[in-house]
Antibody, heavy 116, light 112 residues
């Protein structure tokens, strides 16, 4: 059974870099699919942040592209998100997910609060 | 970028009645080479990640009740719940995957 689990600090200070990791179990990241990050501010809708293909190609939301880096560590079967220069507007539940386009598998999500 | 819109923002339907949610994309998500619409639908309940209901605009994911159906092509799509059940109370999102990914703003479904 394939599972995804987000991990990382729940509190980040303004102007700092948010770093999250998604650990995948039951499937090798290098075998295929897109692996992505989606966020959801409290009480609001879903926003796609970016995705990385198993080959290493990356695709980012244009509105966040200047601040986002997504990478893969195949040795640990993990992929990671870095979002720089965060503000309160980046406070959200962050999900990792897998899909060929549609997103069938999701992590449970992790709340990241940006506050001093 | 492809912008997704949904209507209505919310709706309340009596148990057993039909619920209809509309989704519109700012450009066509129909890929002519395979005649497939790159459009998915999700259901999200409070405190849970979204759950995939439908992909390719009308293909129901395994295990999804057949009261959920998707239709449409090009830029206009519909999610229909044929007979609303109490467990269907949720927010529903459409998503295009024709050009990277974009979600619609969501439609909240409640019981009348």
């Amino acid at each position: 059974q394939v599972q995804l689990q987000e991990s990382g600090p729940g509190l980040v200070k303004p102007s700092e870099t948010l770093s999250l990791t998604c650990t995948v179990s039951g499937y090798s990241i290098s075998s295929g699919y897109y692996w992505g990050w989606i966020r959801q501010p409290p009480g609001k809708g879903l926003e796609w942040i970016g995705s990385i293909y198993h080959s290493g190609s990356t695709y980012y939301n244009p509105s966040l592209k200047s601040r986002v880096t997504i990478s893969v560590d195949t040795s640990k079967n993990q992929f990671s998100l870095k979002l720089s220069s965060v503000t309160a507007a980046d406070t959200a539940v962050y999900y990792c997910a897998r899909g060929p386009g549609w997103l069938l598998l999701w992590g449970q999500g992790t709340l990241v609060t940006v506050s001093s | 970028d492809i912008v997704m819109t949904q209507s209505p923002d919310s709706l309340a339907v009596s148990l057993g009645e039909r619920a209809t949610i509309n989704c519109k994309s700012s450009q066509s998500v129909l890929y002519s080479s395979n005649n497939k619409n790159y459009l998915a639908w999700y259901q999200q309940k409070p405190g849970q990640p979204p759950k995939l209901l439908i992909y390719w605009a009308s293909t129901r994911e395994s295990g999804v009740p057949d009261r959920f159906s998707g239709s449409g092509s090009g830029t206009d799509f519909t999610l229909t719940i044929s007979s609303l059940q109490a467990e269907d109370v949720a927010v529903y999102y459409c998503q295009q995957y024709y050009s990277t990914f974009t979600f619609g703003p969501g439609t909240k479904v409640d019981i009348k």
